[in-house]
């Protein structure tokens, strides 16, 4: 007996050892990245959050939202998206073995001129000439009550042309629900329901009809249900509708905590829960004049280690500090070409195109390191070290995504 029992110890002792080495194995591969120094003349602004773009999944859900859906062995959701999704895709989709279902959701930045509560009151008012920037979603309701929690679907299945459906944060956010009314350039809109941010996908507000006239750009995702043998399957047909060298975003519920069209950063609504909110002025060349209040209030011009005195959100430079300071800390502020700092407050539209999203950067959320090395598509030439002790101080990093962007960090997490 006490024989086998040493065998049987060392049998286990040695068991243990090769589960440990595997996962120092794993460890390392997931964390450990490489990279090079390269030059290269670039002006072009960064656009982390530009269509196109995908982060590596992480583990920490990002401030403000709910955990991301869990994961199953049954039927899930999936998330396809590209700038050249074709009109059609949902129905070619529906047609592939291991495919349920699908829906085409296409979303665009809406504008309130103001808004009012049910009696009347006066809610929001901007400034004159000023208007507060809104992501919303138009969807079929009968379809898309099928792909979020069965206790929210009644409130999709009611929902008609006029209404609009806010997500928990925007209530917040618009201090108030339904029977809020909502005057936007082109329309009035009542609000009907509220609706969490997960069954909104991370938008402000959900709408069914045609998408409105004042949408000066669309932005078109499909979900489908799907079997879980079928994803690779799923991948190689959007893929095969896209022209070529055409990105495409493929994603199933629980690997990213929500399944939205550019859900590389943070949704805007979760943006202005952490930064808050401002109202501006669209500029023809791509930039926003900003309600200079909210400025005065939130932007700042401060000194931080490394780059010396730069403007951000206020609510932003501890974490930075605390990044640089480790940066040079550890020996990897040499990695940084102060002469190439991009900036990080730019109160802009993404690539400074009117028809597009809002910046980060116009949050003053955002900064771009190296930018002349770094031009975006190309092969991020940062250091790795760098990157990582900026990831940790609650940054992410747009050199991991599928449309690299390597001078690229913006807030995600507050530490």
């Known amino acids: 007996m006490r024989t086998g029992a040493r065998v049987a110890g060392r049998v286990l002792a040695a068991l243990a050892g090769a589960l440990l080495a595997g996962i120092a194995i794993l460890w390392a591969h997931g964390v450990t990245t490489s990279g090079t120094a390269a030059s290269g003349p670039s002006n ?77 009151g006066v809610v929001d008012r901007p400034p004159d000439g000023y208007a507060i920037p809104m992501e919303v ?44 009314r909502l005057r936007m350039r082109d329309r ?20 069914s009809g045609a998408t409105p006239s004042a949408w000066q750009g669309v932005e078109t995702f499909v979900l489908a249900h ?12 959007v893929r095969s509708m896209l022209p070529a060298g055409q990105v495409a975003r493929i994603r199933v519920e629980g690997e990213t905590p929500f399944l939205r069209y550019g859900d590389a950063v943070l949704p805007q609504l979760l943006v202005k829960k952490n930064f808050g909110e401002f109202s501006a002025q669209p500029q023809s060349d791509g930039t926003l004049r900003i309600d200079p209040r909210w400025v005065r209030e939130n932007i700042r011009s401060e000194r931080v280690p490394v780059l010396g005195e730069i403007t951000c959100h206020r609510n932003v430079f501890p974490q930075l500090r605390r990044a640089l300071g ?19 407050f730019g109160p802009r539209f993404i690539s400074r195109d009117p028809t597009g999203r809002i910046s980060h950067h116009a949050w003053g959320i955002a900064f771009d390191l190296n930018v002349a090395e770094n ?32 001078m690229h960090f913006e807030w995600k997490r507050f530490n």
């Open 326 to 344: 480790d940066a040079r800390a550890m020996g990897a502020a040499y990695a940084i070409n102060k002469d190439q700092f991009g900036g990080c």
């Open 188 to 207: 009035v809109s009542t609000v009907s329901g509220v609706l969490s941010d997960i069954a909104a996908n991370g938008y402000e507000g959900i709408m």
């Open 375 to 406: 031009p975006v598509g190309s092969k991020p030439n940062l250091n790795q070290g760098l990157v990582q002790v900026i990831e940790k101080w609650g940054f992410t990093w747009g050199g991991r995504w599928l449309i690299p962007d390597g």
């Open 137 to 180: 979603a138009v969807v079929e309701p009968a379809e898309y009550a099928r792909f979020v929690p069965p206790g929210e679907r009644s409130a999709i299945l009611a929902l008609r042309r006029g209404n609009m459906l806010l997500s928990d944060t925007s209530t917040e956010l618009r201090r108030g629900g339904t029977g809020l």
């Open 44 to 120: 072009r602004p960064s656009e982390s959050d530009t269509s196109g773009s995908e982060p590596q999944p992480e583990e920490v859900p990002v401030a403000g939202s709910r955990s991301p859906r869990p994961a199953t062995t049954g039927p899930q959701v999936l998330l396809a998206w590209s700038q050249g999704l074709p009109p059609d895709a949902e129905t070619r989709l529906e047609a592939i073995p291991g495919v349920s279902d699908a829906t085409t959701v296409r979303a665009g930045l809406d504008w309130i001129v103001n808004s009012k509560d049910a009696d009347g």
């Open 226 to 237: 799907i079997k879980h043998h079928a994803r690779k399957r799923v991948s190689r047909a």
